[in-house]
């Protein structure tokens, strides 16, 4: 419990719109975009960086849990506060600070969302490269948190690729600045280390993000295949051909009908698998790896190959892809998104195991992923409302990571670890590592009060 006097102070630091106690209110912060629920205790809403170390300060000398929260799109339970107490909602803090295009540098607040970035810069020819599938939604802040990336991480690398230095609070109100508006500052790599730490060493408050210039040239290609297996191995030949697409996104029949069925983007509702690729750079070059992609993807079987003619046909075929969860909700009441990432020539194997698993627990489960890099996304479907399916999907979850781990990948690509993946950390790791892990968490924060039991397992938390 909170105790009043502590409330009482957080009020009188945020004043009266800055807190939220009453249970209906509460329960809009006890979950997000995974399947787990903790209900806070309060949520307070600060305006800058001196409130939120005015909120630690308060909540460290009273022992109080304290969770950072974007936009609540995580898909690990990341932002749930499992252990009550504080849910600090960076909604407020959402002002773009600085742009700097011909510097290529932005600096922006944490609650800032990710596309509003790009479309800040993107009339001077720049724009932010990470890109989720819920970039119009989530926060900055929050791919910070879980070193989020999306369809372009292939070429682009994720949001730790992007981020060149940081402001944040530290679990007993100390503010301090990590790397800076200049690439490969002198010292420790602090940054490196908070990226991806999923707000359980320090609360971030401002964000210096790299921009990069838009490309010259793009060229969006569709593959369609009667295969998934063709569409994995055409995934290796491409990448074998020393040709990196800017994109290389999959989606199996299930996947894909739900998709046409919601968006009317284009897809075939008779294929097995489609392969999306994106090319981008100079307009020589591309035109001819354009040519030697379609060349690969008929050598692999495609039954056909498109290639979009116009900004508003790729626009279209992206809408299909960045839209899939959202017409998987159409489907299902419920569904359970998944993290793996294995090895590209294990994506045909992984593909047949998925299958295996969905026939085993008598749950469907539709596949999209990026599958220039491995990383698995199986959407596990099921409705929470009939006992016992929440448990097949949680099984079945676990059973594909298992797999995933055994191939030579690992349990998470973006979406973090959270507190759904902490029982397979283990697997992941020695203890020896674990302990060094737990180390670091516990010189960052002595007390364990920031997002408590998330990404270490208990034992070492």
Known sequence: ???????????????????????????????????????????????????????????????????????GTGLSGGAIPIEGGVVVAFTRMNHML???????????EPGVANLDVTLAVQGRKYFFAPDPSSQRACTIGGNVAENASGPHTLAYGVTGNHVLGLEAVLADGTVITTGGEEADLAGYDLTGLLTGSEGTLALVTKVVLRLLRQPEAVKTILAIYDSAED???????????AITPVALEMMDGVMLRMVE????????????????????????????????????????RAREVRLARSAEEREL??????????????????YYVQDGVVPRTQIAPTLRLIQEVSRK?????????????????????????????????????????????????????????????????????????????????????????????????????
């Not at 806070?40 to 170390?53: D, G, I, N």
């Not at 897809?267 to 060349?295: F, N, R, S, T």
């Not at 099984?395 to 902490?422: F, P």
Request: charged share 25%; with cysteine.
């Open 1 to 71: 419990m909170i105790p009043p006097e502590a409330k009482q102070q957080l009020a009188a630091l945020l004043g009266p719109r800055g807190c939220l106690d009453r249970p209906e209110d509460l329960m809009l912060y006890e979950y997000d975009g995974s399947v787990d629920k903790g209900r806070p205790e309060l949520v307070v809403f600060p305006r800058s960086t001196e409130e939120v170390a005015g909120i630690v300060k308060i909540t460290a000398a009273h022992g109080i849990p304290l969770v950072a929260r974007g936009a």
């Open 98 to 108: 600085s742009l700097e295009p011909e510097n290529e540098r932005a600096v922006v």
């Open 231 to 241: 569409a994995g191995r055409t995934v290796t030949e491409i990448t074998a051909r």
């Open 261 to 300: 069925e919601a968006t009317h983007a284009g897809y075939p509702m008779d294929a097995e698998a489609v392969l999306l690729i994106e090319l981008e750079g100079l307009k020589e070059a591309i035109e001819e790896q354009a040519q030697q992609v379609c060349e690969v993807c008929q050598a692999c």
């Open 317 to 334: 075929l992206w809408k299909g892809r960045k839209n899939a969860f959202g017409a998987v909700g159409r489907v299902s009441p419920f």
């Open 361 to 461: 627990y008598g749950l469907a489960i539709s596949n999209i992923f990026h599958a220039g890099d491995g990383n698995m996304h199986p959407l596990i479907l099921f409705d929470a409302r009939r006992p016992g399916d929440l448990d097949k999907a949680r099984a079945a979850a676990e059973e594909i990571l298992r797999h995933c781990i055994e191939a030579g990948g690992t349990i998470t690509g973006e979406h973090g670890v959270g507190m759904e993946k902490i029982g397979l950390m283990p697997l992941l790791f020695d203890a020896d590592t674990l302990e060094t892990f737990a180390r670091f968490k516990a010189l960052f924060d002595p007390a364990g009060l920031l997002n408590p039991g998330k990404v270490l397992p208990a034992a070492e938390a």
